[in-house]
């Protein structure tokens, strides 16, 4: 089993529509979450942090369930600058360091 | 804001060569990380340096080395390019003073013919 996965879309959606990607991880004792947006042939950004008690910037919100081990991201009002892929990443650790491990991305399409 | 620079955007070498990318960052980040993005697998770890002249490998170090003599510097060393190195590279920073976020250099595309 990866240690992160998602759903590698793509996600089309209409401008105005909500959209939710889930990511699942694979080691229980995580402790950090993040979502991050990359555009065409750019650097990942930081998008958002995952909070346990889940978090809400603007149009965005992200959870988390640890029991089921995912996290998610809700993208309300779509709009098409949304357009992007979205990784997630989760914290592991590895001969005594926490690393970083990144999901592959979902890609999502916003049409007008 | 926090600014990571890499030495090159887009870079060709010959197979054989040594290749050297370059990473520097203004923001005092103990923590530096160099990563390959490859379409289909994602972000895969090369190294990571924890401090000046520490560094520790990640999940796919074969190929590679690297130097921090530098706190602001990380440097990635294809000691003899070959064509399956040919990616997207990617530095990263982080303080985990604050948390596990990490900010991303603009990356190096290195083609090996």
């Known amino acids: 089993r990866k240690e992160v996965e998602q759903d590698p879309g793509p996600f089309n959606v209409p401008e105005g529509a909500t959209v939710a990607f889930n990511c699942t991880y694979s080691?229980?004792?995580?402790?950090?979450f993040f979502w991050y947006r990359q555009d065409c042939r750019k650097e990942p950004k930081l998008l958002m942090s995952?909070?346990?008690s889940g978090n809400e910037d603007g149009r965005f919100t992200a959870q988390l369930n640890r029991a089921s081990q995912y996290i998610s991201l809700l993208i309300r009002d779509s709009k098409l600058s949304d357009s992007a892929t979205y990784l997630c990443?989760?914290?592991?650790?590895?001969?005594?360091?926490?690393?970083?491990?990144f999901g592959t991305g979902t890609r999502l399409l916003v049409s007008p | 804001d926090v600014k990571v620079t890499q030495s090159s955007r887009y870079l060709v070498k010959r197979t054989g060569e040594k290749v050297f990318l370059e990473c520097v960052q203004d923001?005092?980040?103990?923590?530096m990380f160099w990563y390959r993005q490859d379409p289909g697998l994602g972000l895969r770890l090369i190294y990571f340096s924890y401090d000046v002249k520490m560094k520790e490998k990640g999940d796919i170090p074969e190929g590679y080395s690297v130097s921090r003599e530098k706190k602001e510097r990380f440097s990635l060393i294809l000691e003899s390019a070959s064509t399956n190195q040919t990616s997207m590279y990617l530095c990263a920073t982080a303080t985990f003073l604050v948390s596990y976020e990490q900010y991303f250099g603009p990356g190096t595309r290195l083609t090996v013919t």
């Open positions: 080691n229980s004792a995580s402790q950090s």
């Open positions: 995952v909070y346990s």
């Open positions: 923001m005092d980040h103990e923590n």
């Open positions: 990443a989760v914290t592991f650790l590895n001969t005594g360091f926490q690393k970083l491990v």
